[in-house]
């Protein structure tokens, strides 16, 4: 029996509603654009909320990237693994430059790593993809695209990654991601 388009299941709530608004309630905790999560955790003592909040973004971009390449009927034979693993590690690594001037650069590192990961990956979903739905997956890739040059201007516009910019990537890709496996669903 087919869901109702209507309907909210796990992976759409997780991703498009509550994910993006525990993103939202750590952001609001200090200027969204002035700091980023990294120092929100770290540099102002909310590190156990940000652990949890790097390890359910993993979990649900995971889910919500699995689900989309099902609904493409893409094989991800958990290449995954390792752009999650590096979502964790990324918050895992303390960013207090002050304290831990070495640290905060493997930090940094293991963020972009984690970043381009993430990236790459749901492009590598959606170029798969459009073998199999192709007006699905080439327009997957040019939001994709579109999504990245947003988050490049207003990472230009302050000069870092800001929890603004963390909140507006967090919060279109999970609409991307589940709004095509919806479109895939029709």
């Known amino acids: 029996m087919k869901k109702q388009a209507s309907s909210f299941d796990k992976t759409e709530l997780l991703g498009g509603v509550l994910f993006?608004?525990?993103?939202?309630?750590?952001?609001?905790?200090d200027d969204p654009l002035k700091t980023n999560l990294s120092w929100i955790g770290n540099g102002l003592g909310y590190r156990l909320l940000i652990l949890i909040w790097a390890v359910a973004g993993a979990l649900v971009f995971r889910a919500m990237i699995r689900a989309l390449a099902e609904a493409?009927?893409?094989?991800?034979?958990?290449?995954?693994?390792?752009?999650?693993?590096?979502?964790v590690l990324s918050m895992v690594v303390p960013y207090l430059p002050e304290t831990f001037p070495l640290l905060a650069?493997?930090?940094?590192?293991?963020?972009?790593?984690?970043?381009?990961?993430?990236?790459?990956?749901?492009?590598?979903?959606?170029?798969?993809?459009?073998?199999?739905?192709?007006?699905?997956?080439?327009?997957?890739?040019?939001?994709?695209?579109?999504?990245?040059v947003i988050c490049a201007l207003i990472y230009m516009r302050f000069l870092?990654?800001?929890?603004?910019?963390?909140?507006?990537?967090?919060?279109?890709?999970?609409?991307?991601?589940?709004?095509?496996?919806?479109?895939?669903a029709a």
């Open 20 to 29: 993006p608004l525990f993103t939202l309630f750590l952001i609001l905790r």
């Open 72 to 87: 493409l009927h893409v094989s991800l034979k958990r290449r995954e693994d390792l752009t999650f693993l590096l979502m």
């Open 105 to 148: 650069q493997l930090h940094i590192l293991i963020s972009n790593l984690a970043f381009i990961a993430l990236n790459l990956l749901i492009l590598r979903v959606f170029y798969q993809g459009q073998k199999r739905r192709w007006s699905l997956g080439r327009r997957g890739m040019e939001m994709t695209a579109v999504i990245l």
């Open 160 to 184: 870092s990654v800001n929890s603004l910019l963390e909140m507006f990537y967090t919060t279109a890709m999970a609409w991307l991601l589940l709004r095509t496996r919806r479109q895939c």
